[in-house]
């Protein structure tokens, strides 16, 4: 069974630095990796995914992640974080993809803190 | 994107008393829906898989009478909490994923307080 595995319960950063969530997920073949993210009260924002190809994956609001087999890791990178972007992030990786029934698994989630 | 649609977006009810949660997929035939809960600062723990026209496959501990899931249509599932309690009080969401989708498509939740 897969499982996801974010070290990183809060993160606070200041306004304008760079960012890095880490991300470790557990596979046995090659995984399926997301990143949400989660407004107060809200229901989840796809930020980016990595199925296959480029491990370096571009997404939304400036965002990007990288695959490291070796590492099993999809770290989330963003070089300059904005006020807006204080939420809380979730990893989350499928083990297949059936086109239809791909039920995730997700990280506990890491809370970003934005210092002005 | 899709667009899913959860209503209500908060609830509060009586302690015994039923509630209804729908989830729709405004633009696309959701093959498969999933119904996930979330507790303050806390991850999404996937609750039950439904697949149109099928009975839901709930995860381990999850009391099957007590979360009732239907998936009638192609656009809409509904999960109804039963003679709620306030234990019960959480955030719910759904995520909808159609044939051929690589990935699934979230609503924007529903925080259930029982009282």
């Known amino acids: 069974a897969q499982s996801v595995t974010q070290p990183d319960i809060h993160i606070t950063v200041s306004e304008g630095a760079s960012l890095e969530l880490r991300c470790n997920y557990s596979y046995g073949a090659t995984p399926y990796l997301f990143w949400y993210v989660q407004s107060p009260g809200q229901g989840l924002q796809l930020l980016l995914k990595?199925?296959?190809?480029?491990?370096l994956v571009q997404g939304i609001k400036g965002f990007e992640a990288e695959f490291k087999r070796s590492q099993s890791s999809f770290n989330l990178r963003k070089p300059s974080v904005h006020w807006s972007d204080a939420a809380e992030y979730f990893c989350a990786v499928v083990g297949g993809l059936t086109g239809g029934g791909n039920k995730l698994t997700f990280g506990t989630g890491t809370q970003l803190k934005v210092e002005l | 994107g899709a667009v899913v649609s959860q209503h209500p977006s908060w609830v509060i009810c009586k302690s015994g008393t039923s509630v209804k949660i729908e989830c729709r997929s405004l633009?696309?035939?959701?093959?498969?829906m999933f119904w996930y809960r979330q507790f303050p600062k806390q991850s999404l723990m996937l609750m039950a898989t439904?697949?149109?026209?099928?009975?839901?496959?709930?995860e381990q501990g999850v009391e099957k009478d007590k979360f009732l899931i239907n998936h009638a249509s192609l656009t809409l599932s509904t999960l109804t909490v039963t003679s709620a309690h306030p234990e019960d009080s959480s955030f719910y969401i759904c995520?909808?994923?159609?044939?051929?989708?690589?990935?699934?498509?979230f609503g924007q939740g529903t925080r259930l307080t029982v009282v």
């Open positions: 995520s909808a994923s159609g044939t051929g989708n690589t990935e699934a498509f």
């Open positions: 439904s697949n149109e026209g099928s009975k839901a496959t709930y």
């Open positions: 633009d696309f035939q959701a093959t498969t």
């Open positions: 990595y199925f296959s190809g480029d491990t």
